[in-house]
Nanobody
Framework: QVQLVESGGGLVQAGGSLRLSCAASGGTFSRYTMGWFRQAPGKEREFVARIDWSGFSTYYINSVKGRFTVSRDNAKNTVYLQMNSLKPEDTAVYYC?????????????????WGQGAQVTVSS
């Protein structure tokens, strides 16, 4: 059973930065595709970014390209989401998720394991 625990959320002013971390345990982290999703109040959960098992392949939605960076440290079983130039519309609960099949997927149903979520609030 894979367990994921996010940390690093908080309140920041527009234009600021935050780094989310997601620590994994109970599985073979280095084999998984890791994704980041977010859910804003009253909206559906949306895909934000993903990184393949090696860390060499990443993918982002257009609205965060150039501002967010996903990375991983397989030695520490941790994936990160560095968020710069934050905007009020980035306000959401952010979730990390693991795909054991290591697919290049943005579909939430392909991710079997999820963290508890981290609140990110960006004030204007």
């Amino acid at each position: 059973q894979v367990q994921l625990v996010e940390s690093g959320g908080g309140l920041v002013q527009a234009g600021g930065s935050l780094r989310l971390s997601c620590a994994a345990s109970g599985g073979t982290f280095s084999r998984y595709t890791m994704g980041w999703f977010r859910q804003a109040p009253g909206k559906e959960r949306e895909f934000v970014a993903r990184i393949d098992w090696s860390g060499f392949s990443t993918y982002y939605i257009n609205s965060v390209k150039g501002r967010f960076t996903v990375s991983r440290d397989n030695a520490k079983n941790t994936v990160y989401l560095q968020m710069n130039s934050l905007k009020p519309e980035d306000t959401a609960v952010y979730y990390c998720a693991a795909d054991q099949a290591a697919r290049s997927t943005s579909n939430s149903i392909d991710y079997a394991y999820w963290g508890q979520g981290a609140q990110v609030t960006v004030s204007s």
